[in-house]
């Protein structure tokens, strides 16, 4: 009976050895595989806006915003308006990831812009990279409510 314990014993080691093997290599992969996915990951990017007058100096702005969220430690957390002088006018807060929507869209109601401004930035930021390249706005003209995505 010893002698049929034996090799068993031995081909019970090898698959668990094996076992091991395979797990941890799957580990190593799965993390490596996560670290792509958050290097993939640019910053975010300001595809489009859009102001819309609501009152003689109240506004509502619409950003579509690119962004290959991975995980709640990596996601587009907030884009700005700026104004004249670097001045933060509003901040649309996202509470949460955009997993599997790469370009999402959001919009800030009650932005206060000073009359004679004739443009705004706006930029995105993620909680990796920080802020993106800042884009510029033009002002909707006097007769009309709205610039449309531009």
């Known amino acids: 009976m010893t002698a049929r314990r034996g090799p068993c014993r031995r081909r019970s080691r090898r698959l668990r050895n094996l076992f091991s093997s395979t797990v941890c290599a799957g580990l190593v992969a799965l993390f490596v595989g996560i670290s792509a996915l958050e290097a993939a990951a640019d910053k975010p990017?300001?595809?489009?806006?859009?102001?819309?007058?609501?009152?003689?100096?109240s506004y509502e702005i619409q950003v579509l915003v690119q962004h290959d969220d991975t995980s709640w430690d990596h996601y587009a957390d907030?884009?700005?308006?700026?104004?004249p002088g670097g001045k933060i006018l509003g901040t649309r807060v996202l509470y949460h990831p955009h997993i599997g929507e790469s370009q999402f869209l959001r919009n800030l109601r009650g932005v206060t812009i000073p009359d004679g401004?004739?443009?705004?930035?706006?930029?995105?930021?993620?909680?990796?990279?920080?802020?993106?390249?800042?884009?510029?706005?033009?002002?909707?003209?006097?007769?009309?409510?709205d610039t449309g995505f531009k």
């Not at 907030?78 to 104004?83: D, K, L």
């Not at 004739?118 to 007769?143: C, Y």
């Open 45 to 57: 990017q300001v595809i489009k806006a859009r102001i819309i007058r609501l009152h003689k100096t």
């Open 117 to 145: 401004v004739t443009h705004i930035i706006i930029r995105a930021h993620d909680k990796v990279h920080g802020n993106s390249r800042e884009r510029l706005i033009e002002m909707p003209p006097a007769d009309k409510n």
């Open 78 to 83: 907030r884009w700005e308006v700026i104004g």
